[in-house]
């Protein structure tokens, strides 16, 4: 079909592989928290990781120059981060992402060169837009993803003023629990999607019997524990339809 292509062969995908296995291997299993701490342009500990790094791609991928190439982007890519850093230690976090974004990037703009893949890699990323079935799954994850958490928020609009003052009087370690209620609404939200596209049903069951038993383990006030359940029952609904509702149009 027209929209069906095949973006790598066996062969190129174990290259892949091997390449993101030598940098999982070089930046989590054999960094130590020393080198973490002291990596700097041209520090003894800077070095050392840029090292590792260089021989757990070249062990693995068995090209010398594909092998510098990753090493020497490493070592600008860290160098900088770590710079960053010291001036905004604040944005430790976000850095970490972006410095592992801009790694993976790298290997992936390295791998398509060496295979002359970029016709077929761009394909692919218009792919999820111009396929219907995937661009329906990836309208069904934003969709619960994003949208859904303003649903509920200013559905439940009218009880959560009469919870607040309950919560102000609380201490702020549970202020701070409190505000992650967002990012497990979205990943239970994810987790109960996938389930029923997979048709695993039980496996939901599983999820918000544990989800309650959590709930009633906690020493929240009446007022506050129908608050979180009408806001799971309702994030638990939309979910389960959106799922029911995309397996339903997958196949028309």
């Known amino acids: ?48 990781h840029v090292a590792i790094v260089f ?18 982007s490493h070592w600008l890519i860290d160098s900088i981060k770590m710079h960053l850093l010291e001036k905004k230690k604040s944005w430790e976090s976000r850095l970490f992402f972006i410095d592992q974004g ?5 290997l992936l703009v390295i791998w398509t060169i060496h295979f002359n893949i970029f016709p077929k890699v761009f394909s692919a990323i218009e792919l999820p ?9 990836l309208l069904a994850y934003i969709f619960i993803m994003y949208p859904t958490g303003y649903i509920i928020k200013h559905s439940i609009a ?17 202020i701070e629990i409190l505000n992650g209620g967002k990012l ?5 939200r994810l987790i109960i999607l996938t389930f029923v596209l997979l048709n695993q049903y039980e496996a939901i069951g599983f999820l918000i019997t544990g ?23 309702m994030s638990f609904a939309i979910a389960i339809i959106t799922g029911v509702v995309i397996k339903k149009l997958l196949f028309l």
């Not at 757990?56 to 991928?61: A, D, I, P, W």
């Not at 009218?158 to 549970?174: G, Y």
Request: hydrophobic share 50%.
């Open 1 to 48: 079909m027209k929209n069906e292509i095949v973006l790598f062969t066996t062969d190129q995908g174990s290259l892949l592989i091997r390449l993101l296995l030598a940098h999982f291997i070089s930046d989590f299993i054999l960094q130590s928290s020393n080198i973490v701490n002291n990596k700097k342009w041209l520090t003894k500990q800077m070095l050392i």
């Open 211 to 233: 989800k309650s038993i959590i709930r009633f383990a906690e020493r929240d006030g009446k007022l506050r524990s129908e608050y979180v359940l009408v806001g799971t029952l």
């Open 129 to 137: 837009f111009f396929n219907y079935k995937i661009s329906l799954l």
């Open 184 to 188: 497990i609404g979205q990943f239970e």
């Open 102 to 106: 801009i790694h993976i990037f790298i």
């Open 55 to 72: 021989v757990s791609t070249l062990v693995l991928s068995k090209m010398l120059l594909i092998s510098a190439t990753i090493a020497l």
């Open 158 to 174: 009218k009880i959560a003023p009469r919870i607040t003052n309950v919560h102000l009087q609380e201490e702020d370690e549970s």
